[in-house]
């Protein structure tokens, strides 16, 4: 089975910097990867998706992950946090067949300080 | 997001008694996925489904039963709710292999 790695369950920011949640997972086949934000009391929303297309996608919000196959990881970054982005944060990775199961993994709650 | 709609979104009952709780969705998508989201585990695989009547385990699968009987909803089940199930239940569903999945609002269980 898959795993997925989340460094770091809590990252703080000051307003205005470099955003970097880290997500790494174990898979010998190409994946689909995704990136998923949850706010309190609600469910997630997709914030990006690599299916092989290009390795720098771009999402929502200002944020965007960069597939390194090598390196077997697939950071989120946005380069001006800001007090919205407040949030948990989920890396997830899914392979072809396999029943379609989506592997998640544990979260990473960014807090950003004003 | 994707029309999904789960229900109840709060339940509160005691130990032993049976819950149902009901997820639908109006967007036609084959896959569906119950969750727990509890905290320090992130989500769960509860039980999915890849098409009417079509149903398989998760990781966390005991003590939790599933139905399909139309595409557009997907019902799970506890039979004797334990205090170890309260939790946050996510329904998601997913149109194919290479899709993201989209998630409802969740449901708050608390077994008391």
């Known amino acids: 089975a898959q795993s997925v790695t989340q460094l770091g369950s809590h990252v703080s920011v000051s307003e205005g910097a470099l955003v970097l949640l880290r997500c790494n997972y174990s898979s010998s086949v190409p994946p689909y990867l995704f990136w998923y934000v949850q706010y309190p009391n609600q469910g997630l929303q997709l914030l990006l998706k690599?299916?092989?297309?290009?390795?720098l996608v771009k999402g929502i919000n200002g944020f965007e992950a960069e597939f390194k196959k090598s390196e077997t990881s697939f950071h989120l970054t946005k380069p001006s946090a800001h007090m919205s982005d407040a949030a948990e944060y989920f890396c997830a990775v899914s392979e072809s067949g396999a029943g379609n199961q989506f592997y998640f993994g544990t979260g990473t709650s960014l807090t950003v300080i004003p | 997001d994707a029309g999904i709609t789960q229900s109840p979104r709060h339940k509160v009952t005691e130990t032993g008694t049976p819950v149902t709780l009901r997820c639908h969705q109006t967007e036609n998508h084959r896959y569906m996925y119950w969750y727990r989201q509890d905290p320090g585990h992130g989500l769960r695989l509860i039980h999915y489904s890849y098409g009417v009547k079509d149903t398989d385990k998760g990781e966390v699968s005991d003590g939790y039963s599933v139905s399909r009987s139309k595409t557009e909803d997907f019902l799970l089940t506890l039979e004797s709710a334990t205090s170890s199930q309260t939790s946050v239940y996510f329904c998601a569903t997913r149109q194919g292999e290479n899709q993201p999945q989209h998630f409802g609002d969740g449901t708050r269980l608390s077994i008391l």
């Open positions: 690599y299916t092989s297309a290009a390795t």
